[in-house]
């Protein structure tokens, strides 16, 4: 069993973009087995149907994107660790700005 997840809110996560990212990576794979790895294997596993909840019409990224529209998905950054450009940010990233171990 294979399933897919974004670590959303983590700086080191394809957030917000993880949708278009997941795309490049499973490009090739079909459908039926994007959806199980996307969510059934998930849902599957923790017993739960988030349909019965939400039709499944309103579940993909565009509908739940337009029921998010006053959601800010900038980057934020600390004054500390101070993020330039839209990448996503790496462990490696953080850790390169922070004080050498004493």
């Known amino acids: 069993m294979v399933t897919w997840e974004c670590d959303y809110p983590h700086s080191d996560s394809t ?3 993880a949708p278009e990212t997941l795309v490049e990576y499973l490009g090739d794979v079909p459908d039926d087995e994007v959806s199980k790895m ?3 294997n998930a849902l599957r596993l923790f017993s739960f149907d988030v349909f019965t909840h939400v039709p ?3 579940a993909t990224v565009g509908a739940l994107r337009a029921q ?3 959601v800010d998905l900038g980057y934020r950054s600390s ?3 101070k993020k ?3 990448g ?3 462990v490696l990233d ?3 700005q922070l004080p050498a171990s004493r």
């Open 84 to 86: 330039t450009g839209t």
């Open 56 to 58: 499944k019409t309103k």
């Open 68 to 70: 998010a529209a006053d």
């Open 38 to 40: 996307t969510h059934e």
């Open 88 to 90: 996503p940010v790496s």
């Open 15 to 17: 957030w917000p973009l």
């Open 94 to 96: 953080l850790a390169s």
């Open 79 to 81: 004054e500390r660790l």
